[in-house]
């Protein structure tokens, strides 16, 4: 069965520091995708990255930068100097190919960054 | 590009009683899928349709159904409410029902019950 967990429930940094969320998942599928999302207090949803499983190449957009290992089952997510509007919940997924046509995401129990001045 | 709406925002019902949330999916996307998210967790998949047909569904009772229409809006239907169900209720819309396409999320319609 497919299982997100984020170890880190909260994390606290001054504007400007870099920040890694972690992401470990489980599947015995060997075509899945993983997710980013972020979640700020007004509650939506927003979609940051999508990755498949035979994409390792690590991702940079602006900020953010994603490390994907399949060695260690991690896809973690880096901020670097990170800004008071990052303040949000930030939710890893899974997607996995054997749950059939539905494209169901499993979520982890996401981790709340809070970036202070 | 309008992006997925809900309503209502809020929402206060009793226990017993039985309630209908609301969605529209974003503009070109034909699947709609179900989230509820209690405080503090991760939003847990309810079900799923694509092209008004329940094409997946999460580990919820018979009592949490759903519909989707020609325009690919969709309704939740939740009876016999219970204290328990008292949530974040998220709505995504994709291009297509099958893994790997990107979900996109409205701003969800919490609902009290007391």
């Known amino acids: 069965a497919q299982k997100v967990t984020q170890a880190q429930t909260e994390i606290s940094v001054v504007e400007k520091e870099d920040v890694t969320l972690d992401c470990v998942y489980e599947t015995r599928d060997t075509t899945y995708y993983l997710f980013w999302y972020k979640q700020p207090p007004s509650g939506e949803l927003v979609f940051l990255i999508r990755r498949n499983s035979f994409d390792e190449q690590n991702e940079i957009s602006g900020r953010y930068s994603w490390n994907f290992q399949k060695s260690t089952s991690s896809f973690n997510f880096t901020i670097t100097a990170s800004q008071v509007v990052d303040s949000a919940v930030y939710f890893c997924?899974?997607?996995?190919?054997?749950?059939?046509?539905?494209?169901?995401?499993?979520f982890g129990t996401g981790t709340r960054l809070q970036v202070t001045l | 590009e309008t992006g997925v709406t809900q309503s209502p925002t809020h929402l206060i019902k009793t226990r017993g009683q039985q309630v209908t949330l609301r969605c529209s999916s974003q503009?070109?996307?034909?699947?709609v899928s179900w989230y509820q998210q209690a405080l503090g967790q991760g939003p847990q998949f309810i079900f799923q349709?694509?092209?008004?047909?329940?094409?997946g569904r999460g580990n919820f009772p018979p009592r949490f159904s759903g519909l989707q229409f020609p325009n690919y809006s969709s309704e939740l239907n939740v009876n016999a409410l219970e204290l328990d169900d008292s949530a974040l209720y998220l709505c995504a819309s994709s291009l297509g029902q099958t893994p790997g396409y990107e979900q996109y999320f409205g701003p969800g319609t919490r609902l009290t019950v007391t």
């Open positions: 997924a899974l997607s996995e190919l054997s749950t059939g046509t539905a494209s169901k995401l499993t």
């Open positions: 349709y694509y092209r008004e047909e329940e094409n």
């Open positions: 503009s070109g996307h034909n699947t």
